[in-house]
């Protein structure tokens, strides 16, 4: 059973650099998992923020960004705003049909 | 514009069933492949499943295999969740998206199932 694993919260100060990170239980993530990052305020369908691990969506301000940290998936805010307050979830493809999301991370600016 | 608009759900037992609907329009429906996913009350996203773009392959999360099926009707732009011993830990919003990629570029806006006795 594959197990997706991200931070349960974060916290960064407004104007900030914040990485909220994108792991496997076991093994390695690569570009190969196409991750992509998605942003949820409460009550709303979630937001696609970045594919593909490094591509914004359309729409999505340059201040984010995906990357693949070490072993890894990533996504950073540089400069965070009080709207960035939200839940982050990533998603990885594992191949035959079969996406995993992370449990995803709430971020907290303040 | 893209749009997607899930509906269908409801309250119902356990053991129950129920039918979920997504009508897409804004995009050329039978091109694309389709995923569903859902949010139980409080909790995480959880991929449920995916179909290809004419029907041709499916692919579903061990908790609903032999319960749920995914299909479409592309001739109505639509895709469906056909879901059967319906359970009380598959009380969830509901939100279908479409594949570009391998991402889910747009998403419904969700439709509640509530499992309960």
């Known amino acids: 059973q594959t197990v997706v694993t991200q931070e349960p919260s974060f916290s960064v100060s407004p104007g900030g650099t914040v990485t909220l990170t994108c792991g496997l239980s076991s093994g390695s993530v690569s570009t190969s998992h196409y991750p992509s990052w998605y942003q949820q305020t409460p009550g709303q369908a979630p937001r696609t923020l970045i594919y593909?691990?490094?591509t914004r969506s359309s729409g999505v301000p340059d201040r984010f960004s995906g990357s693949i940290l070490g072993n890894k998936a990533a996504l950073t805010i540089t400069g965070a705003q009080a709207d960035d307050e939200s839940d982050y979830y990533c998603?990885?493809?594992?191949?035959?049909?079969?996406?995993?999301f992370g449990g995803g991370t709430k971020l907290t600016v303040l | 514009q893209v749009q997607l608009v899930e509906s269908g759900g409801g309250v119902v037992q356990p053991g129950g069933s129920l039918r979920l609907s997504c009508a897409a329009s804004g995009f050329t429906f039978s091109s694309y492949d389709m995923h569903w996913v859902r949010q139980a009350p409080g909790k995480g996203l959880e991929w449920v499943a995916f179909?290809?773009?004419?029907?041709?392959?499916?692919y579903y999360v061990d908790s609903v295999k032999g319960r749920f099926t995914i299909s479409r009707d592309n001739s109505k732009s639509t895709l469906l969740l056909q879901m059967n011993s319906l359970r009380v830990e598959d009380t969830a919003v509901y939100y279908c998206a479409n594949v570009y990629g391998y991402y889910f570029e747009y998403w419904g806006q969700g439709t509640l199932v509530t499992v309960s006795s």
């Open positions: 593909s691990t490094n």
């Open positions: 998603v990885l493809y594992m191949g035959s049909g079969i996406w995993v």
């Open positions: 179909i290809r773009y004419d029907g041709s392959n499916k």
